[in-house]
């Protein structure tokens, strides 16, 4: 989809970037969502780290970027970002958390491009998208 939408500043995005978004919690899918569609991104989002791997692996187009959130029920989300980089290996990942700082990441193989920490606000994420996927 290539259509261009204005955001309340009236700039016009592409829409053509996909985020993919993985929490177990629906109300911050929500809330992700709500924060980053006025930017002019596609936002999917997914409630398990399984269903979201199952739709990467099939993507077109591939995300340009995941937002995950670290605790996950099943699988944490280093986890599924280095089962993700297995298919893409430069794929863009955000790695999310408000139960583990980034110290998680001290001796992880598989690092994230960026860590925020939960609660964070919704200027915190536009800008932290917007630098990952600056062009």
């Given amino acids: 989809m290539n259509e261009a939408v204005a955001n309340r500043s009236g700039r016009a995005h592409s829409r053509e970037k996909v ?7 629906a109300l911050l899918l929500e809330l992700v969502s709500v ?5 002019g991104y596609h936002i999917k989002t997914f409630h398990d780290p399984e269903s979201a791997l199952r739709a990467y692996a099939s993507a077109q187009p591939e995300p340009a970027l995941i937002i995950t959130d670290y605790a996950m029920h099943t699988m944490n989300g280093l986890e599924l970002l280095a089962a993700c980089r297995r298919i893409q290996p430069r794929q863009k990942a955000l790695l999310v ?6 110290e998680v ?4 193989p598989c690092q994230p491009d960026r860590f925020l920490s939960k ?7 536009i800008v932290a998208v917007k630098s990952l996927l600056a062009d």
Avoid: N
């Fill in 19 to 25: 985020i993919f978004v993985v929490d177990d919690e």
């Fill in 35 to 39: 924060i980053l569609e006025p930017c």
């Fill in 97 to 102: 958390s408000g139960t583990v700082g980034p």
């Fill in 105 to 108: 990441l001290d001796h992880a």
């Fill in 119 to 125: 609660p964070y606000q919704a200027k915190q994420l």
